[in-house]
C-alpha cells in the first residue's frame, strides 16, 4: 500500500507542477490540428464536386479515383494517426519531459502530417513516406522520453 501511495502522490505533483506552470498550449494546440486533420483532407475528397451523394458518402466515396481517393486515404491515415500522438503528448506532459521538447516535437508532427497529406494528394510516393516516417519518430521520440 505504500509503494502505491508514492506512485500516486508523485504523479499528483507532477501533474500539479505542469499545471501551475501554464505550459503545454503549442503541443495541446497540435492535437487539435491532428485531430481537425481527418476534416481538411475529406474537404480536399468533397471539394467542388457536384454529384457528392450525402445520401451515401461512403459508397460515392469508394467510386472516386485520383486526387479525390488519395484525399480519402489520407483521411483514413489521419484517423490512424491522432489516438498515437494524443496519446504520447499527454503521456510525456504527464512525466518529466521538458515541455518545450514536447511543443517542439509535436509541431515537427503537425508539419510533417501536413505535408504528408499534401504530398498524398498530389501523388508524390516518396515524399510522402518521408513526411509519414519523421512523424511517427515523433511520436516514438514522446513516448520514449516519458519512460
Known sequence: MGQKQTVLDR????VQFKLDRKTMNVAYLCVLLAGITPVI????AKWQFKDFDNHNPRDWMARQTGFRARANAAQHNSF???PFFAVAVIL??????DSVRIDQLSVV?????WL???FYVT???TLRTICWTVA????????????
Request: proline content about 2%; aromatic content about 12%.
Open 41 to 44: 483532407c475529406t474537404t480536399i
Open 80 to 82: 490512424e494517426a491522432f
Open 92 to 97: 510525456a506532459s504527464l512525466t518529466t519531459v
Open 11 to 14: 504523479l499528483g505533483a507532477q
Open 109 to 113: 508532427f503537425i508539419v510533417a502530417r
Open 136 to 147: 511517427y519518430v515523433c511520436v516514438v521520440s514522446l513516448m520514449a522520453l516519458s519512460i
Open 116 to 118: 504528408y497529406v499534401f
Open 123 to 125: 501523388d508524390r510516393p
